[in-house]
Nanobody, 125 residues
């Protein structure tokens, strides 16, 4: 499975941006999709995840500002980001794993089999 993430760019503090991630396989429908991010000099960290059904999960740092959604008919996941802060600056990666991992596994990079190439988001005042 190949994932193609796009939508990153330069945005001012308080602005909004939407990332998208397209999968090239119909297995997307039965998979869990997630977004991670990696700031310069830091480890990759969990941002949000959405199983094939049910409620999404968010990191505390982005809760109430970011929204993960998916459009199974288009094999596409989205990450809508609002009220962006400078600390949101990072390369954002989408990731995919088949099935529905337990909740504690959603936050770990090792859970996911497939990764997109990353799209850079820079938030500046």
């Amino acid at each position: 499975v190949q994932l193609q993430a796009c939508g990153g760019g330069l945005v001012q503090t308080g602005g909004s941006l939407e990332l998208s991630c397209v999968a090239d396989a119909r297995s997307f429908t039965s998979s869990t999709v997630a977004w991670f991010r990696q700031a310069l000099g830091k480890e990759r960290e969990f941002v949000a995840a959405r199983r094939r059904s049910g409620a999404p999960f968010y990191a505390d740092a982005v809760k109430y500002r970011f929204t993960i959604s998916r459009e199974n008919a288009k094999n596409t996941a989205y990450l809508h980001m609002k009220n962006l802060k400078e600390e949101d600056t990072a390369v954002y990666y989408c990731a995919l794993v088949s099935g529905n991992p337990i909740m504690s596994a959603l936050f770990a990079t090792a859970t996911y089999n497939y990764w997109g190439q990353g799209t850079e988001v820079t938030v500046s005042s």
